[in-house]
Structures are given as structure tokens and as C-alpha cells.
């Protein structure tokens, strides 16, 4: 607390001695008194108080709200988290951590941060320092009070009052607040100076957007991306500058599967990038090559920069995020690993830590490990839709049909996972040449998707059965579905998925020409630069009889061959590894039998990345092909035996199983 001037102190004496009973006896009168008073002691004290260091932990009470105006019930703690995540120095316990300690104490994980509360939080957590806040008028004008005591002692480490002239002005006070409390607390003038934002600045200007803002990220801890994106939205409503507001609504719509929404509200928060702070900045930058520009590469890269400016772990955080799509999608399992283990030391109930671990351990074909990961999520009452799709595809590569009829039992009546586990077992059901129950799931999969109105998922959906279909053999059926997956949505992933399945149903010219639209939208993703691209041109080279010409443009796929791309992330749409099976088949074409029967084998040792493609199937197929060709028969007959006992249930005129079995009777 900084000492009051001569004149405003000698005022504020000569007012109390003509009104002390009425000043002391309302609630302005205390405000008053607290804000022009005791200064003196607080200067005398500062030098002897004990500072926090860069190791310590932080829990962010609740404000105590004493204007009676709801709108700053919850907006002024969301504006004091975002004013001290500014510092590189500082860290706040995160709230989903609050929660998940709340929930251990018996209390409801939505219970407000009351000073008892907050100190057994503290206590629990191992946290050095509990903040409290509060507000009060006088008069037309509010008073900001902050403390900070020691919890485990009781001590205060630091106390803070600013006077806001009007409701307008609280945001920029509370900004004062805490710039002071930062270089009262241990942290260096010239890191405050560079990791500062004025709150009106960084957020937003608008009390009642910032509410809107803090509601959102209370409803997306409690209930999930669906429901928050409403209050998103109306956050981004009230303030349409408002630009982290806009970037996590572009990160929940990337999560519910609509990336053309995702990329809309990211582009408009990177545009706003100047209206945040740094901390900020760095997770728009990296929102907007993972969701808009696709550039992978720069998204990683944007992340180890934020995590060696900001070490400590508030949200949003750069550590949560190295374990997601920028690493996954380039490959780098074993760092994603790393930062997924490192996330769980530090907090063992953090849910997204255990899905991204599990993750990292499937796509490794580390299957134990993965089901390991999941099950010590199960144990902590942990698990969300994609978990419930992962512990799918886990239990049908095991061959555990009662552990997948287990999994999809639970997905009955949830949002998101009922469609999205009726998209699995359509895909299993593909995979084993059950086509028409596989029809009868996909449809399925596309009503619920589109009675939750998740457009670009129900197209996803329908772009996969295109696939299978066409890859099956019914050419009519691939295209009938393609355009239909292109009626619903013009997301990236069903366009490629759509012109897959057309340049498989011979329809080259117009997966050529979604190729081309790709290329022109997205010249930097890394999924369309190195996959989707590649693989549409490749095919319709080798339908024009170019195998050569295909295995050339297939070349530069190799890099991020064996990473991820956006059709087996998080929802398992489909698999990976398209490049290696369409370069097998140009291969075959060119007469170079080794190393096609090398591509497909590639298919068959990399399940976790394959997932339930239909590719895992035909792989075995193409590979006994390419056996004949050598004239390895025994190897040739391993490999046809090994599909057709794959497809022992399949439906008998599925075009794929009659050749097979053809081409199988002549050895």
C-alpha cells in the first residue's frame, strides 16, 4: 500500500473527526478509511516482508464483491488471473486444478474461493500464498483491495487498495493492483515492465464481456467445448475486439470436429493478436497455424519459445499444448510423451494430460501402455468422448469384442461420444467387410452428429464411408457419399477425404481439382503440403497410367509419413499411412515388387497410426499381390489367408472379397 499525500491525508483526518460515527458506520466510511488510512505502516513494513521466489505457487481467492453489482461477481478475479499470467515470474494454481482439489475436500468443484476455502486449497496444493480481493463503493467511485498472505503462517506478504473514479475505470485499477503487487512480491521492475498489458488492453475494456469470457471458461471445466461455446460466443458479442475471447472459440470449435468455424473465429483473434498480452499472444500465434494456416512446423516451434518465456504452468499453457496436434502431427510422439508425463507429475487428475499420454502410446503402438494411461484416468473418475474412442479402437485391434461392446454401452446417451463411437464401429464393421451393417452404423453416426449440430462431423463421417466404399469396389456408392460429405461441409479433411474417395472411384479429374482448391487455400499446412496433396495427384497420375510420375510426387510425403493427420486425431475419422499405400500400388504398377511389398508391410507394422482405416485391411490383400508378382507363393498365401480371415463374416458380394478370393484360388 503506497502512502497517501500530505494533503489527502491531513483531509481525510479532518473528515473523519467531523464524521467518525458516520463514516464508521457504512460501508463507504470504511472503504474511505481504509483507502487513506494506515499508509504509514505500510511503508515501514514492506522492506521486512518475506517475498515469494520463482518456485512458489499461487491460489487466486475470490473477490469479495461489497457493491451489490453483479457484474463483478467472478470478472474481477478472471481480470486479476489475467493481469498476473502476464508474469513470467509468478504462477497460479490453474483452476482446473482448484476444481479437481475441491472436489478431493468434499466441496462442489464450482465452490466459491472464500478465504477458508481458498487456505485449505493452499494447504493442499502446497501453495506458498493465498490472494484476496475485494470491492467497495464510495460513493459514485470503487475501492480495489488486494492481499496476500502466507498460508502456511498466516503472515501478509503484500496489501494493496486503488481507488477507481468511475465502474468504467476498474479494469485499468485493477491493472494498477497488479503491476504493484508483482514488484512487491520478488519480481524485477524490468520483467514487469516487459510482461505488461493493460487489462483494458490485453482482454477487454468491457466488465460485461469479461464476464461472459470468465462464465465461458467456468462451463468449459465443468461441461466441456459444446456448452462453452454459447458464452464465447456472447463474449465476442458484447466486445467484438475482444481477442482471446475469440481465439478459445476458435480452439472449442477445433475440439467439437468444425473446423471452418474454428478457423473464422482464429483468424479474426490473430488479427486482434495487438489486443493481448504476451503470454496471449503466443497461444493465438500458435492457434493460428494449427487451425487457420495449417503450418504445424511454426505451431511447434511458437510453442518451445512460449514454454522457455513462460516455465511456469498457468493456463492457457504452452506444456499442456505440446502434447496435441503441432507434435503429434509432426511426429514428435516421444516429446509429446515427454510433456504429458511431465504435466501428470505435476498434477496426477489432469484429464487432457492422461488423453494426449494415451495418445502418444497408440499412435506408438505402445497398445498396454495406452490402455495402462486409460485406465489410471478410469481410476480418477477421468474420461471424456475421445477417451471412449480411443479405448474402442484399443479393444478391436486385441480382438476384444466384449470390452468394445463394453465401451460402446457407455457412449449410449452421451453428447458427442454416442455419434462419435457409431462412427467406430461402422469403421470396424468396413474393416471386416460387413458392409451393410456398416451402413446402417454410419447412418447413424450422421444423424446423431447432425441432431447435435456438428455439420463438419457428420460430413466426416460420410466422407469415410465414401472411402471404404469406394475402396470395396462400389464406385457408385464412393461417389454418391463424396459429394454428399461435400454438401454438408468444406472443411479441410472432408474435402481430401471426398477426393480420396472419388479418385478411387475413378473420378480423378475432380479430386484433382479439390487437390488444387486445397493447395490455393492452405499453401502452408502441413497435412495438405505433405499428405493430402501428394496422395490426390499421385492417384490421378496413376490413373492416367503415370505410376512413375506417382511415386515421384509421392516423395515428399516421407518427412511426416509415419505423424498423424487430421482425419486420426482425437476422433479417428479415419487412419494415416494413404502415401505409403497409393506409392505400394504405383509401385506394383512400375513392376518394383520389393519395395511395394515393403510399403504395404509399412501399413501393417504402423496399426496405431492405421487405426480402423480400410487401408489395414487391403494391405494385407495388396501385399499377397505383391508376393505373387515375386513369386514368393508361400509368403503370398500368408498374406491373402490373413485377409480373407479378417473377412471370414463379410458380406459375400462385396466386389474387393469375390477378386481376393479369385486371386487367392489360383495359388
Keep these: 500500500m503506497l502512502a497517501s499525500p500530505p494533503g489527502r491525508l491531513y483531509r481525510a483526518r479532518k473528515f473523519l473527526r467531523r464524521h467518525r460515527l458516520a463514516a464508521l458506520g457504512t460501508t463507504a466510511g470504511v472503504a474511505f478509511l481504509v483507502l487513506s488510512g494506515v499508509t504509514a505502516w505500510s511503508l ?130 485493477l491493472s494498477q493492483i497488479a503491476r504493484k503487487f508483482r514488484t512487491r512480491v520478488g519480481e524485477s521492475l524490468a520483467t514487469v515492465e516487459k510482461h505488461s498489458t493493460l487489462l483494458a488492453e490485453a482482454t477487454t475494456p468491457s466488465l460485461e464481456a469479461l464476464k461472459a469470457y470468465s462464465t465461458a471458461n467456468k462451463v468449459n471445466l465443468s461441461s466441456g467445448p459444446a456448452a462453452a461455446i454459447p458464452s464465447f460466443r456472447r463474449a465476442v458479442e458484447i466486445d467484438p475486439k475482444f481477442a482471446m475471447a475469440h481465439a478459445y472459440l476458435g480452439l472449442l470449435y477445433s475440439t467439437v470436429g468444425e473446423s471452418v468455424l ?33 503450418n504445424l512446423e511454426k505451431a511447434y516451434q511458437t510453442l518451445e519459445l512460449w514454454l522457455q518465456t513462460y516455465p511456469r504452468g498457468e493456463d492457457p499453457s504452452a506444456l499442456d499444448l505440446l502434447s496435441g496436434l503441432a507434435t503429434h502431427g509432426t511426429g514428435r510422439f516421444e516429446r509429446a510423451i515427454e510433456a504429458s508425463q511431465e504435466q501428470l507429475a505435476a498434477n496426477p487428475d489432469f484429464l487432457f494430460g492422461y488423453g494426449t499420454l494415451a495418445q502418444s502410446y497408440f499412435f506408438l503402438d505402445r497398445f498396454p501402455e495406452a490402455e495402462s494411461t486409460l485406465q489410471q484416468a478410469s481410476e480418477r473418475k ?57 451402413r446402417r452404423s454410419s447412418s447413424r453416426a450422421v444423424d446423431l452428429a447432425l441432431q447435435e449440430g456438428t455439420r463438419e462431423e457428420a460430413a466426416s463421417y460420410q466422407a469415410a464411408r465414401a472411402v471404404w466404399e469406394a475402396a470395396y469396389g462400389d464406385a457408385a456408392e464412393g461417389k454418391r457419399n463424396a459429394m454428399a460429405s461435400l454438401e454438408l461441409s468444406k472443411g479441410r479433411d472432408v474435402q481430401y477425404a471426398a477426393g480420396f474417395a472419388l479418385a478411387l472411384s475413378g473420378d480423378s479429374s475432380r479430386s484433382e481439382t479439390l487437390a488444387g482448391y486445397l493447395e490455393t487455400r492452405l499453401p502452408e499446412d502441413t497435412f495438405v503440403k505433405f499428405t493430402y496433396a501428394p496422395v490426390l495427384h499421385a492417384l490421378a497420375a496413376l490413373a492416367r497410367g503415370q505410376s512413375a510420375d506417382s511415386v515421384e510426387r509421392l516423395q515428399i510425403a516421407l518427412p511426416y509419413e509415419l505423424a498423424i493427420n487430421g482425419l486420426n486425431f482425437n476422433h479417428f475419422y479415419l487412419g494415416g499411412l494413404h502415401s505409403a499405400y497409393v506409392r505400394g500400388e504405383a509401385l506394383l504398377a512400375e513392376h518394383h515388387y520389393s519395395e511395394a511389398a515393403a510399403e504395404f508391410q509399412k501399413i501393417l507394422d504402423h496399426r496405431g497410426i492405421v487405426g480402423l482405416d480400410p487401408i489395414g485391411a487391403l494391405a494385407h490383400f495388396q501385399l499377397g499381390r505383391a508376393y505373387v508378382s515375386l513369386g514368393d507363393k508361400a509368403k503370398a498365401r500368408a498374406a491373402f489367408e490373413a485377409f480373407l480371415a479378417l473377412w471370414k463374416d463379410a458380406d459375400p458380394d462385396v466386389p474387393i472379397l469375390k477378386q481376393a478370393k479369385a486371386e487367392y484360388a489360383k495359388l
Design 382 to 438: 477421468l474420461e471424456n468422448p475421445n477417451m471412449l474412442v480411443m479405448r474402442y479402437n484399443i479393444a478391436l485391434l486385441k480382438g476384444d469384442k466384449d470390452q468394445m461392446d463394453r465401451v460402446v454401452a457407455r457412449a449410449k446417451g452421451r453428447s458427442e461420444a454416442e455419434h462419435r463411437l457409431a462412427h467406430q464401429e461402422a469403421l470396424a464393421l468396413a474393416r471386416s467387410g460387413r458392409l451393410e451393417a456398416a
Design 262 to 294: 474454428s478457423a473464422q473465429s482464429t483468424t479474426k483473434a490473430w488479427q486482434l493478436r495487438d489486443r493481448a498480452s504476451d503470454r496471449e499472444k503466443f497461444f493465438i500465434d500458435w492457434a493460428y497455424d494449427r487451425q487457420v494456416t495449417g
Design 44 to 173: 515501514s513494513h514492506a522492506a521486512s516482508r518475506p517475498k515469494l521466489t520463482d518456485k512458489d505457487t499461487i491460489i487466486l481467492a475470490d473477490f469479495e464483491n461489497k457493491t451489490g453489482d453483479p457484474v463483478f461477481d467472478g470478472t474481477l478475479r478472471q481480470g486479476l488471473s489475467v493481469e498476473l499470467q502476464q508474469s513470467p515470474f509468478l504462477e497460479l494454481i490453474s483452476d482446473q486444478q482448484v476444481r479437481q482439489t475441491l472436489a478431493l475436500m468434499g466441496q462442489p468443484k464450482d465452490a466459491r474461493l472464500t478465504p477458508e476455502i481458498a487456505q485449505q486449497v493452499c494447504e493442499r496444493t502446497a501453495s506458498a500464498a493465498i490472494l484476496d480481493g475485494s470491492i467497495a463503493s464510495l460513493g459514485g467511485q470503487y475501492v480495489l483491495g488486494l492481499s496476500a498472505r502466507n498460508c502456511n503462517t498466516g503472515s501478509i506478504v503484500d496489501q494493496e487498495q486503488v481507488q477507481a473514479a468511475r465502474k468504467e475505470d476498474v479494469l485499468n485499477s
